[in-house]
């Protein structure tokens, strides 16, 4: 009897150890994770900003001052130590972070998350992250060993925090999810800069415009999708003289289209990535001084992705916005120079038919078989056993589609053509960017920049403002790569690259400003193929039309600009509807929604009720006008705002207008009684559930955790106006995801702010402070120390000193 | 003095001894040890334990987080669904200590009565 309840309560005994020291499902593991010796309780405090730390590798002591907004303003006796100390401090706020994106990167999330990752890590790996990863490696090895040397400190600086830290101070994401922080290596900062690369250069519609041509035939498809619109405000103004260009584009070889038809394709960043970026000169400058702003699009997400530094060196100061992974400064100013950057779409992803010999070991190319080569990707599983995908690559790319993804063709497969696989030395333009002094080291830096192609805005305490449109461009020809395209066929390839020096670019024009927003780089006027690839078109015409509206301009213009709620989509169209909508069956309920949306003066505040019901009205006429695109098995898109909008004015008899699945033969005008009416019914039921559908309440904007939003480290209904398309591009979880002014007066003067704080740690005051700030339009200045002296604003000093192996 | 009091004490006091080089499971080791030398009856096995850690886990999460404004503390109890309310965190936190030492102290009382009759 004892022996049997001995037994028994060996057996309890062990299974609340189990229970309590396992994670189980999405429930932690409680004893580890709650217990106050080394549970998250150790991380109820904030990051320690004074007293000495010691680092191996360190050459000399480097200062850290904080100030109020905890941001750290590093001083380095060389550029080795300057990044050892970035990587450090990096890591010592944003750990979890910092890792986690480049598992994100890598397709490596079902390692830490489980299987519900499995296909998000396949598409990565498909897409080829870990392989443009390896080429960025190998080209720095080969012609760049100093910054990859400086990226090798980097790493040293993160692991030099990794190693200081005991399990009970790892960040509270860790101790929820159950695993450690792994050593940093060179190839998580390639994998970072993969990962913008995705983020925005990494969409493409070419399968879902195959689609459209073969159902819709190429006169509709050229009405839906025109290479420009008919208005466009270009980033280089439309005068530009081109005739330096000396480089003809590539010529047309006849090739034929394509016309596959594709069911399902990987999923796509975010469209409204985007930003907005302007500068005016000294003589549109209220001061005489050029000033420069830039405010980057991006998701809003906790910890946020900037993180402001300091970083300085004996030869260069440079302060800004960092993201965790990467070197230096991104969008930010030194002494001499302010710089920006906003996405220049262009089609850098083509897509390219492979036919595969019957083991599936050759293609077919220039008629004959050529080999492919195999890149195993092991996917390792929380839980489980790793999975293994063997991915085929081409001369081309890789093989994102075949018989054992998203498509069920045995011997056909669709390769991938990407600039993000090119290797480069991305890293190496925001190292020469932040000891940049003037315009033509500016320009120097920008040589270096591949992928994701930026509008680099840049400013000058000499007085100068330039705005380069820098990538690495293919010279395509008329219409190459809008479609898929025959891989076998050798005149498909891209046949070279626009020579970097006849990139689209314009300094001091006539006009006092540069600015961009992600509109159309150019007119077709420009020598080489550019057409639209999902340009934006109206947050350009607002900005435009602002710096056209005076002669001066000061920080308090700027900061407007940033906050500017006019939305332009809706007064080109709302007034139209309007005016030609009947409106003699309108119930009471509805009128009275009539009536709200007609006294609306189009801004996107957040008291009104107009934006509420544009997005409602908008959204289910857009619906309605798309109805043919609703196909089963096939991969569309539907067509852009800017061209709905068009058609709906000017071609509202079209056939497109009519719905399909009803009778009656619809116009544009039916069209807007028809979506007045359901969202009318839409918007009184919101008004029954919440009270109201006013737009702070009816947007709700969140920034969430970036582990799948977990409500407990994100933050709700934060009230700030806007929307996509509009300047304070705000929508639901996305918007200005860091936004600064720098005025160039010796040395230069700058605020700036962003929708988080610099701790990533959730138990931290630093973690989501900025917020309130941010929505309310306010900007924090950013004290730019001119020497390693504590002044007013610094709040608590830190040491790193090197460590002496005795 | 009272046997359940002298528990009380001695596992608190080898709980908080051990929590210095041992990981969370340290309070299981501390009650399985006092109830070996010093064994309780009946409910007392458990419960004493169990009262001594849910009291050590729950104060000492009390002090990490008050002087913190329970910022992380608010956080963790929306995340296990306890309203955001930190003081229930610490009463959970104490709770889970305390079943995890309690049922450690069965064991070791199960251990001390095997022992001691041989």
Redesign the interface.
Known sequence: MKYTKLLLSFLLTIGIFFVLNTKLGDIPPLGKFLNPQSGIWQNETDEAISGEISIPGLEENVTVHYDEQLIPHVFAQNESDLYKAQGYLTAKHRLWQLEFQTFAAAGRLSEIIGEGALNYDRTERRRGMGYGADQAIAYMEQHDTQTLGFIQDYADGVNAYIDQLSPENYPVEYKLLDYTPEKWTPKKTALLLMYMTKMLAGGDEDLEYTNALRLFGKENFDLLFPDFFDVNDPIIPKETDWSFIDVPQTPHPNADVVLDSISETIEKPNPDNGSNNWAVSGEKSATGHPILANDPHLGLNLPAIWFVMQLSAPNHNAMGATIPGALGVISGFNQHIAWGETNATRDVIDWYKIEFNKDRTQYKYDGQWKDLTIRVEDIKIKGKESFKDSVLYTHHGPVVYDQNFMSDEELVGYAMKWIGHEGGNNQKTFLELNKAKNYDDYVSALKYWNAPAQNFVFASTEGDIALWIQGKFPNKWEGQGKFLMDGSNPDNDWQGYIPQEFNAKVKNPERGFVSSANQHPVDDNYPFFVYNDGYETYRNRVINDFFKSKAKFSVQDFKDLHNNNYNLKAAELVPYMLEHMDTSSLTAEEKAIYNEIKAWEFNNDIDEVGPSIWRQWYGKLYNMVWDEFEVEDTALEKPFAYQTIYLLKNHGEHEFMDIVETDDKETAKNLFLLAFKKAAERLLEIKNEEGDYTWANYKGTYAGHLLRGLPAFSRFDIPIGGDRNIVNATSENHGPSWRMIVEMTTPPTAIGIYPGGQSGNPGSKYYDNFIDDWAEGKYHSLNFLQSNEAIEAIIGTQTLTPAHNE | MNKNLLNFIATLVLALLL?LFL??????TAA?ATALFIPLKKAAVFFVPFLAILLF?AV??LM??S???????K??A??LSLGGNPYA?ML??GI??G??AG??A??G???S??LS?N
Do not use: E
Not at chain 2, 23 to 28: D, E, F, K, V
Not at chain 2, 67 to 73: E, I, K, S
């Open positions: 929590s990981p969370w499971w340290s309070i299981m399985l886990w000492y999460s990490l987080s002087g913190n404004d329970y910022t992380l503390a956080r963790i929306v995340l965190l959970v936190t889970i200590g079943l995890a049922i450690a069965i064991l009382k199960q251990l009565l095997v009759k």
